[in-house]
């Protein structure tokens, strides 16, 4: 396959647009619903929707982040003044009163290193430093037991983080519903096959998933195609961890289009030293990607059903 969608931009971008509106005619509903972050995906899907469904409308649910760093509030802005919506067509909602329901009295003990309290920013900061290792062998792919204290510990953390992402997800569909909306899914092919993604969460469940097949390589051309803006296009932040900028260079240290690379030839079934030598890069950076594209085969799998 060849990553290099030059010229068939706008095939895709119709293909996509006709895929909605197909949809949204034959199940008879009267608008669609994106829960929105304001990043590439996200607005991807905005913009063409909005351009398929002239005669339906288009509403953004916008996520409230606690913890967040940096500048999401005016990427978010930037986006939102890019597609032009109306602001009555965009709403928010706040899960941080659920949230503390959950965690009411869950701490730990033990001393800073350890990572002293549940869902809060030092446990964030502290996580992503120095249990990493942790996340990418075990607790991350949900691959093996929890057999030490430290391990049931990232186990919670991450269990909160999902649990705020499964929270917006529901809330997503039940706006959706009430509204006679089809709910609109944002990931994309290279988070589907890498696990970089919350199951049953934010950009996982959906009613359409119109980006399910584009690498993020690709995602990226069809935004230059579609004028998005600069500092939209060249941000990829995790859901697993609030802060993390760019997911595949914290997880991999590859860029983008060189996890795209390795993801076809994986697919294609070649060996990870045959794909370092033939993309020139480094062989653990690929095994890693590979441990990630075989680990998290659970994370985006229908559930199991045993044949009877």
């Known amino acids: 396959m060849n990553l290099d969608i030059s010229g068939q931009e706008d095939k895709i971008i119709n293909k996509i647009s006709s895929f909605i509106k197909t ?3 034959e199940r008879g509903v009267d608008g669609v619903l994106i829960l ?33 760093s940096g ?17 009555k067509s965009i709403v928010q909602h706040d899960i941080e009163p659920m949230i503390d329901q959950l965690k009411s009295g869950v701490y730990t003990s033990g001393s800073i290193r350890d990572i002293p309290t549940i869902y809060e920013p030092l446990s964030y900061n502290l996580l992503k430093i120095t249990a990493k290792e942790d996340i990418l062998e ?8 929890a057999d030490t204290e430290r391990e049931k510990l990232i186990h919670k953390i991450v269990a909160f983080n999902k649990i705020r992402s499964r929270l917006h997800m529901a809330l997503a569909y039940f706006t959706a519903d009430q509204e006679n909306r089809f709910f609109l899914g944002t990931i994309n092919k290279t988070e589907l096959l890498t696990g970089l993604f919350t199951k049953w969460g934010h950009g996982h469940c959906a009613d359409l998933m119109p980006l399910g097949d584009l690498y993020r390589s690709q995602i990226i051309q069809l935004a230059e195609k579609l004028n998005v803006p600069s500092s939209i296009r060249n941000s990829a932040k995790a859901d697993l961890l609030p802060g993390i900028k760019n997911k595949y260079l914290y997880f991999f240290n590859l860029k983008s289009y060189e996890v795209d690379k390795i993801l076809i030839d994986l697919e294609d079934g070649l060996r990870t030293p045959l794909i370092s030598e033939k993309h020139n890069l480094d062989l653990d950076a690929v095994k890693k990607v590979k441990y990630f594209y075989k680990s998290t085969t659970f994370t985006r799998a229908i559930p199991l059903i045993p044949k009877i």
């Open 36 to 68: 929105f972050s304001g990043y590439i995906d996200s607005t991807i899907v905005a913009k063409i929707a909005i351009d398929a469904l002239k005669e339906k409308t288009v509403k953004l649910l916008i996520r409230q982040r606690r913890f967040d």
């Open 71 to 87: 500048n999401q509030e005016e990427i978010t802005n930037s986006s939102i003044e890019f597609l032009g919506l109306d602001r």
């Open 23 to 25: 949809q949204a005619v």
């Open 138 to 145: 075990k607790t991350y792919g949900m691959i093996g037991t």
